[in-house]
């Protein structure tokens, strides 16, 4: 892009300081479409600031989520639940997780919303107070779904806000953005087993003190957002030439892409709903090294978050989603069948590998339909909550009928799915 293309944004400098971008001047449409890539802004223009406001957002927000998971074995043996109970609460909250997000995108794609992001945080304070006072079933399935409600109106908008302040790098805001959420799900396990094990459920109260700390942050970054979405969605608008492809080849792509996700979020939530039950029951851990075994298995997953998206940008997206659904095949084989040392070395190269892929099929998905963003991001951080849900209702019923040995031997086969990555589109790198 022409280098007066500098003066359209200003990096900031602090978040809730930051300098207004400054009016897109008048441009033929010929000089727009001179960029290389589609429906990205210049990688001159890539606000960090930004970029790491809405990830430290996303940490704050899954550590809350993860550590619902984090104190299932405690709310097991205090209201006496099953596996089909642990099952439904992982449901409710990612059902309401992936119910609204599609239609918060798609809503937000015509009208963007940049303050709804704090109010996301406070339906999650309101889920993680009521879960610390819950004392039924019934409770914990509220709390659960409160939680989710306010991920539903967090992702699809935050998601928007790290594509509009990549500069054109993609995979790499993406894979920033998601690196938060990854780290905030692997600290849940830890906060659990050393400040909720020991001092009760009563402490997940304190937990709500996070939940301010990411309304106040949000809100710095919804004052940057709603200065910056109308000068930059219309250049990268203008920018927009699409894929050339037919509406029934971008369908059957999506289509493909979904059902990756499946297989990828089945297993990943077999391992973070019941990898710690599946350690107490078959090598008779304690819970307190239960959660510390999970949060191995979750770094390994923030890992491969932050490193899937720039290998994408760099080589093909393709070539990341091959390498990271199927290359985690022979190490979940091979989990079922190991000692206790083994199956927790063997969660270190499946979280790393399986979550390799979300950021590239997420940016994968968006360029396939530039124009959509917000409802593909909800789509898709939705269906990975709502996948992930079903999955556990169901294995959790799988488990009490057999058992959750039983449960990763089956699960195992899931990422064989990888192989329809054959059918998807080559649309890396075309040119505008």
């Known amino acids: 892009m022409p280098g007066d293309a500098r003066g359209y944004h200003r990096l900031a400098r602090l978040l809730g300081t930051l300098d207004p971008v400054l009016p897109l001047r008048s441009r033929k449409p010929s000089c727009m479409t001179a960029t290389t ?69 798609a809503v937000t794609d015509k009208k963007p919303l940049p303050y709804s992001l704090p109010v996301g945080s406070f339906l999650t304070l309101c889920g993680i107070l009521l879960l610390a006072l819950a004392h039924s079933f019934t409770a914990v399935l509220i709390a659960a779904a409160c939680i989710g409600l306010g991920s539903s109106i967090f992702h699809p908008e935050a998601s928007r806000v790290a594509r509009l302040a990549s500069g054109g790098r993609l995979g790499m805001a993406q894979s920033l953005f998601q690196l938060g959420g990854n780290i905030g799900t692997s600290i849940g396990p830890l906060l659990a087993a050393f400040v909720v094990l020991p001092f009760g459920q009563p402490s997940i109260a304190w937990f709500g003190l996070l939940a301010v700390l990411s309304a106040t942050l949000l809100t710095g970054v919804s004052r940057w957002y709603a200065g910056h979405i109308k000068p930059v969605a219309g250049a990268v608008r203008a920018a927009v030439t699409g894929t050339g492809l037919s509406q029934a080849r971008t369908m059957s792509a999506l289509s493909i892409l979904i059902v990756l996700m499946f297989s990828k979020f089945v297993y990943m939530t077999s391992l973070s709903s019941f990898l710690p039950l599946y350690l107490i029951d078959r090598y008779s851990v304690t819970v307190q090294n239960s959660q510390l075994y999970l949060f191995v298995f979750l770094a390994a997953v923030a890992a491969g978050t932050f490193v899937g998206g720039p290998i994408g940008d760099r080589y093909g997206r393709k070539f990341v989603i091959w390498l990271s659904i199927l290359g985690a095949l022979p190490f979940t084989m091979l989990l079922p069948h190991v000692d ?58 799988l488990a009490d009928w057999t058992s959750i040995s039983f449960v990763y031997q089956v699960c195992a086969f899931l990422p064989a799915l990888g192989l329809l990555t054959w059918l998807l589109p080559d649309i890396d790198r075309k040119p505008a």
């Open 340 to 397: 206790l040392t083994w199956a927790v070395i063997l969660t270190i190269p499946i979280g790393f590998i399986l979550a390799s892929a979300f950021s590239t099929i997420v940016v994968f998905a968006q360029e396939l339909m530039p124009g959509n963003v917000g409802m593909i991001s909800g789509l898709f951080f939705g269906f990975a909550f709502g996948a992930g849900g079903i999955g556990a209702a169901l294995l959790g019923g």
């Open 37 to 105: 890539d589609t429906a990205r802004p210049t990688a001159s223009a890539t606000v960090y600031p930004v970029l790491w406001a809405i990830s430290i957002g996303h940490l704050i927000n899954d550590t809350l989520q993860s550590l619902l998971a984090g104190v299932y074995p405690i709310l097991k043996t205090d209201l006496a639940l099953n596996y089909t109970q642990i099952g439904l609460i992982t449901l409710a909250f990612q059902l309401t997780a992936s119910v609204l997000q599609p239609i918060i995108g």
